[in-house]
């Protein structure tokens, strides 16, 4: 079970969070204008990365918010955490490669 | 009884109390123990080795092992029926009075085996031999196969009752969790503990101490080493932020720090008290992990290395220094290092004849060889082992001399022991389980850890440090790191300390042979019975990675997984693939450390707590009436309400012509009910559900249906818009947190501009369904400051005023297509007020239905149930249901999805109706639809039915399906193939009932 | 007729450690730093800025739920619709959502020099003085049931607890204490 650092509420346990997927996937504003192809780009293609990926909590049993988070999916360490709209952080070099 | 072998025991030390004897049995035959023995010190007292038989080849077995590393003396303890626990390590069970232990794995007897001819026609059973064998005929696993092989390869037997006992599990937190109390560990949690910090210290036996209690002659501080550790013990239980688990096995290590510890809290106790739990499961959380997890002493591998009487040197030094049992009488030693010549010396001291000492290295010097010459015992370097004799019990062992790389045959022993010591091999798994990184050290033939990914440090012999005074400075080291983690250069403390030098050579794979070896099997894996010779035959197969020789050969599987074996195997592959240790790799170490029971792991998560048992405010009423309830989501809903001796079938045919022809009352309070409230309330609704909020007015509600962006209905219900700024959403029963759980989503993170909020009201209403043409006759006289009348107020309409004199929501609406309200009523109010409309309605026939009614009703007018009738990818439109999306819409959450040209396909499956040609017969739900008759498998098959039941108002079955092109069909008939043939049925509308509306709007 | 119409309470534990507390009215509201600062006055207590903390006074209290989500409590339940109505003139038109929820839940009260080890028979949080001090308090779990912890005194956890989970929480708190609280 993870420690999760919640933005607002500090360090609590995984089982008070859910689990929201890939971050900074924003809505188109207009899906109209969007050809089947990119609609369907947005609807379903999520990367999955080995090494740090940007990704999306909600402290659901506690203070109800969402917020991302970077987690090295090679160890399950987090690495940071920022409130949602907030840009992706930048890491030390030595955590950014991404393969 | 069986008198005890006289002279087993020693007349003093150790840590038993000889003045209370305990007796127990053991395969039905009782013997004598004492105070502080195992099971296993217990039985080797009575000079019983032979504990078991070997899982394939049902070779006789004894005790290998002192600790949890055994592999062998697996037994099931039982106190009743139901209190029955299967493969305990005979090593870990402590003895109490009337205790009842079985060997497993053997029939119809330890002494006497059917098995044992899988010994003698083992050439037949080698590696992979199941893989290769019960391939076919197909037929013959059921009847030959299985039930054969799952009788001689049952490992103890399952209780046959329910498990009475209590389970508890508890969260803990602290800063350093120190696994292990041994020298080590103890050093850890003094440090630790002297920083201040919240410190626990667990171990898997019932006494602190390791290693330390089978330690004859070492000082510390001055003190004897059992001495040591009771000061040590006593200063940490001083400490009121040190908490000490005995009987506590640090089980799984998980990210983060966490680590599943297994507390066993009277298992030892003769009569458990009375709600004391049995286990306890603790889920800690800490900061730093200190693990002083020890070593495992490792067996040597020679021809016929597995008979009983044949143990660990170390094991044998335990049970004489800390139980007072001589494991033999004449014993003879083979070792590959200094620390058996101590042990040697041990059993001289208490009166075993030990007749050599077989030494693996070309020579033995140093003290301890000398001081085991000058005692008169027999040392004999250059050793090798060629094999040993015996049935049930070792009786002789031929040693054979390294000589210039050849093997010369050298002296047979008679012995009734055989004590081996290859070295010790760290307890490196619980490391590993953390995901540190382990390194290879050529000099203790080991796996040590390298690199921490945790918060985490070993200490002591787990990393490869066994000289005593070593062990306690690094115990030390690690604790007052762990407890102080940004303190630098702190004081190291010290212990001095007198014990002999530890050794820390060790020997790796199979003893030197001759180039034709004795017929006798050497053992690698003791508990799966893998040999070197299935080692081999896996290699030359083509197995080349260690992950896959071990899941060929089962090595390390088996519910020890591998503690004295796994070091071993790798050394043997690496030599048959020339390649070195650490190239073979090493198999994942994984949880649980030794075996942990079910009841355990699922604590007070049993019977009426498995999960929450949610009622609705009017429950007791419904219990008071007889109602039959059924489960949906975490909630008990009625059911129906049989009267005499009605079944469900004519419970809900009275309901449903009740509600048709006066009137019926419906506890619907386990709907989901989401207030949004704020100035953007109205967009956020648009934005979010199909139809137009916009032009909703206050006091007026509506259908309302929610997709997610892949254009499937999600969920649905009415929406009431009670106030400008305000709507109160009804979701369905299960879908009221994933509906909340979506619109935060949306709310938080796509438009965190609205200003709007959500809160959730599912439970601060009791929602009071009345509905039928006699529903308004029932509510006008006791609804106060609302007009109900037909004329002021339409179907849809929604008002506050109060009835019973509490505050009250209604709404005119339905789902049963009669006349219908629903009264909201504050919940603890909800029983009172039921009653009250009950009351009320008597004179107008009220009768209370269930949900089995309510579905009935609803699918006679063709109204959905979402995940009943829909499946994650039904559209509005399949559904029927496009008019609900607001025209002019240019957004909505799916919408772009729907204008895909395949959701827009005419042979998508489309809602309709499916009329049994014979009015009799309830389809299946589930059943498949098809368009041709008498098809054979593989059909084509077009469609399925999603509700049907048998409607008493129509007078006919009524079943509503997902069909392809299903609206164009309209009027044909299709086939629903059952096994006795099909079932001709024809599509109709999905509204069975009142289809122009008329009754509801009455 | 009013007077026919009895609340039904959801539990009625009543031990020396476990307390159902009595009918209180409930409000959720939510709305920024500007809606707290209007609210405040009328409510009689603070609204606490840091998160997880409660502040209390008069018989009512404030507990933080989340960045601008506050649970109301007051014990006078006589006065609930006044209370949402003053509280409502106050807020006017910032923009604001306050919802009643008095009969969504109820509390439990926990107490005794055990209350924290029971509670971490289920619940995952650090229940230490110094972690979770007095004053604490926050929305968790409590096994399967979400509850709201709050801690009144050093011994003393106010717990807000859905109705519907009254019989699991209850019958787990008792089993949990059972060896503690031999019957
Ligand atoms: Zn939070």
Redesign the interface.
């Known amino acids: 079970m993870l420690i999760i650092d919640c933005p607002y509420c500090g360090k609590r346990p995984e089982i008070e969070f859910s689990y929201g997927g890939q971050a900074h996937l924003a809505r188109p504003q207009q899906p109209a204008q969007l050809d089947d192809q990119a609609w369907a780009e947005f609807l379903y293609m999520r990367t999955n990365i080995k090494g740090v990926y940007a990704e999306r909590w909600r402290h659901a049993r506690g203070c109800g918010r969402f917020f991302n988070a970077l987690r090295d999916t090679t160890t399950d360490h987090f690495l940071a955490f920022y409130k949602t709209g907030e840009p992706r952080p930048t890491l030390p070099a030595q955590h950014e490669r991404t393969t | 009884m069986n008198a005890p072998i006289d002279g087993l025991r020693t007349p003093s030390g150790g840590l038993v109390d000889r003045t209370r004897r305990i007796s127990f049995s053991f395969d039905g035959r009782s013997y004598e123990g004492i105070e502080g023995d195992t099971l296993a010190s217990a039985l080797l007292a009575n000079g019983v080795h032979l504990t078991g038989r070997s899982f394939k080849y049902h070779r006789p077995r004894g005790i290998l092992a002192a600790g949890s590393e055994e592999p062998n003396a697996l037994v099931t303890v039982s106190r009743d029926a139901a209190r029955v626990t299967p493969n305990l390590r005979a090593t870990q069970v402590e003895l109490y009075a009337g205790l009842i232990a079985e060997s497993q794995n053997r029939w119809p007897s330890l002494e006497r085996d059917f098995g044992r001819i899988n010994d003698l026609l083992s050439a037949f059973f080698p590696a992979g031999f199941y893989y290769k064998t019960f391939m076919w005929p197909r037929k013959a696993w059921k009847a030959l196969y299985e039930p054969v092989i799952r009788r001689a390869a049952g490992l103890g037997r399952a209780p046959t009752h329910a498990d009475p006992d209590r389970y508890a599990q508890r969260y803990a937190h602290c800063d350093v969790l120190v696994v292990g109390a041994g020298p080590a560990g103890i050093a850890a949690a003094l440090t630790a503990a002297a920083s201040g910090a919240r410190v626990m210290l667990c171990d898997e036996t019932a006494q602190f101490g390791g290693s330390l209690l089978a330690d004859g002659g070492a000082l510390i501080d001055g003190l004897a080493a059992q001495a040591w550790v009771r000061q040590a013990i006593e200063s940490l239980q001083s400490n009121r932020r040190v908490t000490l688990l005995k009987r506590t096995t640090a089980f799984g290590y998980f990210p983060h720090n966490f680590v599943g510890l297994n507390e066993r809290l009277n298992d030892h106790c003769e009569k458990p008290p009375q709600h004391q739990p049995r286990e306890r499961l603790w889920q800690v959380r800490a900061k730093q992990v200190v693990l002083a997890t020890g070593a495992i002493e490792r067996p040597l591998v020679f021809p016929g290395n597995d008979r009983p009487g044949i143990l660990l040197a170390g094991a044998a030094q335990t049970y004489l220094n800390r139980y007072g049992v001589r494991v033999g009488t004449r014993a003879v030693i083979v070792t590959s290092g200094d620390d058996a010549y101590q042990t040697a010396l041990d059993l001289k001291a208490a009166g075993i004849v030990v007749a050599a000492v077989a030494d693996l290295r070309p020579e033995a010097i140093g003290a301890l060889p000398e001081a085991v010459r000058q005692a008169g015992i027999e040392v004999l370097p250059a050793s090798t082992v060629l094999g040993t004799e015996g049935d049930l019990r070792v009786k002789a062992i031929t040693l054979g001399r390294v000589e210039a790389g050849s093997i010369q045959p050298g002296q047979r022993f008679e012995c009734d022991v055989v004590l081996m010591s290859g070295g010790f091999t760290p307890s490196v798994h619980l490391f590993s389980q953390s995901r540190g990184k382990l390194q290879w050290s050529d000099a203790l033939k080991a796996f040590v850890p390298a690199v921490s990914a945790e918060q985490e440090r070993s200490a002591g012999a787990c990393r490869g440090v066994y000289d005593l005074g070593d062990v306690l400075a690094d115990g030390a080291a690690a604790g007052t790191a762990a407890g102080e983690p940004a303190a630098t250069g702190a004081a190291q403390r010290r212990f001095s300390v007198s014990a002999p030098k530890r050794g820390s050579e060790s020997y790796l794979g199979v003893l030197p042979q001759a180039t034709s070896p004795s017929g006798d099997k050497s053992f690698v894996d003791w508990q799966h019975d893998v040999t070197t010779r299935d080692l081999a035959l896996a290699t030359r197969e083509g197995f080349q990675s260690i992950e896959h020789v071990k899941r060929y050969t089962t090595m390390g599987m088996a519910t020890d997984q591998g503690k004295t074996s796994n070091l071993n195997a790798m050394a043997i592959v690496a030599k048959s693939l020339a390649v070195a240790i650490p190239q073979v790799g090493l198999t994942t170490f994984r949880m649980p450390y030794t075996p942990v029971t079910f009841g355990s792991m699922a604590g007070t998560s049993r019977g009426d707590l498995f999960d929450p048992v949610r009622t609705t405010p009017t429950h007791a009423w419904a219990q008071a009436r007889g109602a039959v309830f059924e489960n949906v989501a975490l909630w008990k809903r009625a059911r129906y309400f049989p009267r005499g001796n009605e079944d469900m079938h004519a419970a809900v045919a009275r309901e449903c012509r009740a509600v048709r022809n006066a009137c019926g009352i419906f506890d619907a309070s386990t709907l989901g009910k989401i207030e949004v409230v704020g100035p953007d309330a109205a967009e956020f609704m648009n934005r979010l559900y199909v139809n137009n909020w916009a032009n909703l007015g206050v006091g007026r509600s509506r259908y309302g249906i929610l997709l997610r962006e892949d254009g499937f209905i999600y969920d649905d219900g009415v929406v009431a818009r009670t106030a400008a700024d305000r709507f109160h959403v009804t979701t369905t029963t299960g879908g009221a947190p994933r509906v909340l759980g979506l619109m935060e989503d949306y709310r938080q993170t796509e438009w965190p501009d609205l200003k709007v909020w959500l809160t959730s009201t599912t439970e601060q209403w009791a929602v009071i369904a009345v509905q039928g043409p006699n529903a308004r006759l029932v509510l006008e006289s006791m609804v106060e400051g609302i007009d109900i009348s037909a004329a002021a107020w339409p179907h849809m309409s929604v008002a506050r005023g109060k009835i019973c004199g509490v505050p009250m929501l209604l709404f005119r609406v339905s789902f049963t297509g009669e006349l219908g309200f629903e009264i909201n009523v504050p919940s603890d109010y909800g029983q009172s007020v039921w009653e009250a409309v009950f009351a009320a309605g008597r004179q107008h026939g009220i009768t209370e239905y269930g949900t089995e009614t309510m579905h009935v009703l609803r699918a006679e007018k063709g109204y959905i149930i979402i995940g009943q009738d829909t499946d994650g990818t039904v559209t509005p439109d399949d559904a029927g249901l496009t008019w609900a999306i607001g025209k002019n819409k240019t957004d909505f959450v799916g919408k772009r999805s729907l204008d895909r040209a395949s959701m827009k396909a005419a042979d998508r499956k489309q809602l309709v109706g499916l009329r049994a040609k014979q009015p009799g017969v309830v389809l299946e739900e589930g059943a498949q639809v098809a368009e041709k008759p008498g098809q054979q498998p593989p059909m084509i098959l077009i469609g399925h039915v999603t509700s049907s039941y048998a409607s008493s108002v129509l007078g006919h079955s009524i079943a509503l399906g997902l069909v392809a092109g299903g609206r164009a069909r309209i009027g044909q008939t299709l086939y629903v193939p059952m096994p006795n043939g099909d079932l001709e049925v024809e599509v109709t509308s999905p509204v069975f009932y009142d289809p122009t509306g008329a009754r509801i709007n009455g | ?10 539990s009625a534990a009543a031990t020396q450690w476990l307390m159902s507390m009595p ?1 209180a009215a409930r409000f ?1 509201l ?2 920024d730093a500007a809606a707290r600062a209007a609210a405040a006055p009328v409510w009689g207590t603070a609204f606490a800025e840091q ?2 903390r409660a502040e209390i006074g008069n018989g009512r209290a404030a507990l933080w ?5 506050y649970l109301l409590l007051s014990a006078d339940i006589e006065s609930e ?1 006044a209370l949402a109505a003053s509280l409502e003139q106050a807020l006017g038109d910032l ?11 109820f509390a439990l009260e926990i107490r005794g020099p055990h209350a924290a ?1 029971i509670l ?7 229940l ?1 003085l110094a ?1 979770f001090p007095i004053g604490m308090c ?4 409590l ?4 509850i709201v912890l709050w801690r009144t005194a050093a011994e003393v956890f106010h717990l807000e607890v ?4 009254s ?3 209850t ?2 708190l008792n ?2 204490a ?2 503690f609280h ?2």
């Open positions: 007729m009013a007077d026919a119409t009895t609340r039904s309470l959801p009918p959720v939510h709305g998160a997880c739920l989340g960045p601008d989500e619709a923009p604001h959502a306050l919802v009643n929820i008095s009969h969504r839940q080890t971490s028979g289920a619940c995952p949080l650090d230490d972690e926050t929305r968790t779990a096994a399967k049931a979400d859905w109705r519907s989970f019989g699991y929480v019958g787990l089993e949990i059972l060896e031999r019957v």
